[in-house]
């Protein structure tokens, strides 16, 4: 009988340092493969495999699309890239963003609870926003093991936080007490026991994958008055259990928290383009003024006109102050 072989682990803020922590305590003979998605910026080259392979027993690699999957094993999502799972083989692929991050954590969850059901251990380490919540619930909903690190342990606290939220979560420990489990999981067998599995999961894998369209939305969810903050398409709700989600017809995807993050990233990207546009209007004006020297009423108009652009920025400009007084006191 198959035993839970598949771990997967998301992490972000604080994951570097978490998951060297978790590697180090893994055994060389581990009767699993480990996936990794940490959050990190696209365009950077990724150190992940490199540190991990020296903290640990295990070899640790960042996948081509089609690697085959091997016991004993650690594979590490590429920048700019989904790490997803299909039997036998693991994917990589360059679908839209989820929860602001590519890689996210979310669409491996949901392709390794796909496609080994009960197999799966899923794991949500330290870092912000709730990316891994939605994911495990969808391992949760197909048989599989969930775990979070205990949040006071957690170096960003946030995200174990938003997951035990879904009440979705299995065990909540400490990273000496996941390594534990997850060794104890890897030797055990798996239930095999039939569950219903949601054709939505399925499709949203799809959606990672840019396999479906709007029309395909309308099997799992109902169209909000809400635009997607990333591409201005219109956003899908629709629930597990009691977490709500948004995905637009493009396949971004967010759960609550990283759309309110993402909507405040657009409003103040925004803020900042009306404050360009306005100090520019403002310089216009001024220049105009200077050109009619000679046509006081004229110019006089122009530079009135221009103090009251200049009203319009500060007031821009004081709004976006106080948004970053706020950030920093959160």
């Given at each position: 009988m198959a035993t839970h072989d598949i771990i997967c682990v998301g992490a972000s803020a604080g994951g570097v340092e978490t998951l060297q922590g978790l590697v180090k305590l893994l055994p060389a003979e581990l009767p699993a493969a480990l996936f990794i998605v940490l959050h990190i910026p696209q365009d950077s080259p990724s150190q992940l495999p490199a540190l991990l392979q020296r903290a640990g027993k295990l070899a640790a690699l960042a996948p081509a699309d089609n690697t085959p999957i091997e016991n004993g094993r650690i594979y590490v999502a590429p920048p700019n890239h989904h790490l997803l799972i299909e039997p036998g083989r693991v994917r990589i692929i360059n679908g839209p963003k989820e929860n602001r991050h590519r890689p996210a954590i979310d669409p491996l969850f949901r392709s390794a609870a796909w496609a080994y059901r009960s197999r799966v251990v899923a794991?949500?380490?330290s870092g912000n926003l709730d990316d891994g919540a939605a994911g495990l619930s969808a391992v949760k909903t197909c048989g599989g093991t969930t775990i979070v690190q205990?949040?006071?342990e957690a170096l960003f606290p946030?995200?174990?936080?938003?997951?035990?939220?879904?009440?979705?979560?299995?065990?909540?420990?400490?990273?000496?007490?996941i390594s534990e489990l997850l060794i104890d999981l890897a030797n055990r067998p798996a239930s095999d026991a039939?569950?219903?599995?949601?054709?939505?999961?399925?499709t949203e894998i799809?959606?990672?994958?840019?396999?479906k369209d709007a029309e395909d939305m309308a099997e799992f969810g109902s169209p909000t008055a809400f635009a997607c903050p990333s591409c201005n398409g219109a956003l899908w709700e629709f629930h597990d259990g009691d977490l709500s989600r948004y995905r637009c017809h493009t396949g971004h995807a967010f759960s609550p928290e990283s759309l309110l993050a993402e909507q405040s990233y657009a409003i103040e990207e925004a803020l900042y383009s009306a404050l360009?546009?306005?100090e520019e209007k403002a310089t216009a004006l001024r220049r105009?003024?200077?050109?009619?020297?000679?046509?006081?009423?004229?110019?006089?108009?122009?530079?009135?006109?221009?103090?009251?652009?200049?009203?319009s920025a500060d007031s821009i400009r004081s709004l976006l102050n106080d948004r970053k007084e706020s950030s920093a006191s959160d």
């Open positions: 794991v949500v380490l205990e949040p006071d946030e995200m174990p936080i938003n997951a035990l939220k879904t009440g979705a979560v299995d065990h909540r420990l400490t990273i000496k007490e039939h569950r219903h599995v949601p054709k939505r999961i399925e799809e959606f990672s994958k840019m396999n360009r546009a306005l105009l003024a200077a050109q009619y020297a000679r046509l006081p009423k004229l110019q006089s108009d122009y530079e009135l006109r221009a103090n009251e652009t200049d009203k």
